[in-house]
Each structure stands twice: as C-alpha cells, then as structure tokens.
C-alpha cells in the first residue's frame, strides 16, 4: 500500500480535531467543565487522548476553540441562510441574532466559556477564532463601516457584554431588551434577522429603547432605516 498523500494526511487531520471540537461542545453542554474529562473527550471523539494534548495545550483553550467553531458555525449557517442576501443591515442583524441566540439556548456552554475568557488563560487566539472574527469583519465592512479596525472590536465587545448580561447569575436580562438596544445603536429595524424572533423565538414588539442608544458614527438613534446610518 502506497503511503498517504501530504493531502491525505492533512485532511485527517482536519477532520480528527473537528471531531475533537465537536465532542467538546457536546460533552460540556450536557455535563458540565468540571465533570468532562480529556478522556470523555477523546473517546466521544473516537480518538486517543494524546492527540487532544498535541492539538490543544488544556482543557481550558480546547473548550474556547471548540465554542469559537460553534460560534463561527452559527453565524456562517444565519447569514448564508436563505433567502441570501448581501444587504449590510440585514446581515448584521442576523449576527446580533445568532450570537445572542447562542446564550440562550446554549446557556452552560457559553457561561462557561465566557468564564474561561474572564480567568488567568485570558481571550486564546485560535484558528476558530480567527474565523470568527473574519465574519464579524465583514458584516461589519457591509453594513457600512469607514473604520473597520475600530468599529470590528466596538461590535464584538458589544456582543460579548450582551452576551454576559444573559448569562448572568441571579440577575439576567432578558435578551429581547438587548435585542433592542443593539438594533436601537445601529439603526436596524427590529424586523430584520430572524424576524423579531430574537435567539429565543418568539416575535412581538419590540422593548423601547434607552434615549442614549446611539449609531456607530456617534449619531443618536431612535429606531427606523431613515435616522440611522
């Protein structure tokens, strides 16, 4: 038998530390940080558990390497949803959307995972990651920005706070006043994304927002196409 390709080899891989990622999200959703083991991991992976340790350097970075995937992989599946489109707001919508989604039905997991953000490890720069932050860009670049390097981290720092505000124990806010407040600063009707529906389903209208709520250029917005950007 002839060996393997470089391809080959590469593609397996690819395909091993996907797997790895994917049992990751699974296990820790379901049971929780503490009680998923590396030995969970890889043999929900199909996988031995020394490869974990030469793909990821702790459990810690391989769970925010496997949320960034789940993270790029939501925001890839809502703004190539059908109908397509290439309009900038209603793209951004889609990933306001889709993130905040994410903290309500995946509650544990991002808990988690914002927690790992917040300790001594700090934010981990992966490929994951990277991929993300390449979507979020150019959303960011089609909905208008004249600024991308400083309105890019604006709008994921923006996500993340709304994300936390969720998340937090014992006094959560609902996501449909957050909803409101990040289409009220970008001047998106509420209409757009998943239709009103927010991460949690559901339609209505929407929660008014507060007066300060404003544009990324600094203009105030007070809801409706014409008074934004």
């Known amino acids: 038998m002839?060996?393997?390709s470089p391809?080959?080899?590469e593609e397996l891989r690819r395909r091993s530390r996907e797997r790895i990622l994917q049992a990751t999200v699974e296990l820790v959703d379901t049971k929780g940080y503490e009680a998923t083991t590396l030995g969970d991991i890889a043999e929900r992976a199909g996988t031995a558990r020394g490869l974990i340790s030469y793909?990821?350097?702790?459990?810690?970075q391989l769970l925010q390497s496997a949320v960034h995937r789940?993270?790029?992989l939501t925001l890839e599946a809502a703004l190539e949803r059908e109908p397509r489109t290439e309009d900038g707001r209603e793209r951004l919508a889609r990933a306001i959307d889709a993130i905040l989604g994410l903290a309500v039905e995946r509650p544990t997991l991002m808990r988690t995972h914002m927690a790992g953000i917040l300790q001594a490890e700090g934010f981990v720069r992966c490929e994951e990651q990277q991929r993300l932050a390449l979507l979020l860009r150019d959303t960011v670049e089609r909905y208008g920005s004249?600024?991308?390097?400083?309105?890019y981290p604006l709008l994921r720092?923006?996500?993340?706070?709304a994300v936390v505000a969720v998340l937090l124990p014992g006094a959560p806010m609902p996501w449909t006043r957050l909803r409101s407040e990040l289409f009220a600063r970008y001047g998106l009707d509420w209409e757009l994304g998943v239709g009103g529906g927010g991460g949690g389903g559901g339609g209505g209208a929407p929660p008014p927002p507060t007066?300060?709520?404003r544009s990324p250029a600094g203009r105030e917005v007070r809801g409706g196409p014409d008074q934004s950007k």
């Open 7 to 9: 391809s080959v080899n």
């Open 211 to 213: 007066p300060s709520s």
């Open 146 to 151: 004249e600024d991308v390097d400083t309105d």
């Open 70 to 72: 789940l993270m790029h």
């Open 157 to 161: 720092a923006l996500l993340m706070g």
């Open 2 to 4: 002839s060996p393997r």
């Open 55 to 60: 793909y990821f350097p702790g459990k810690r």
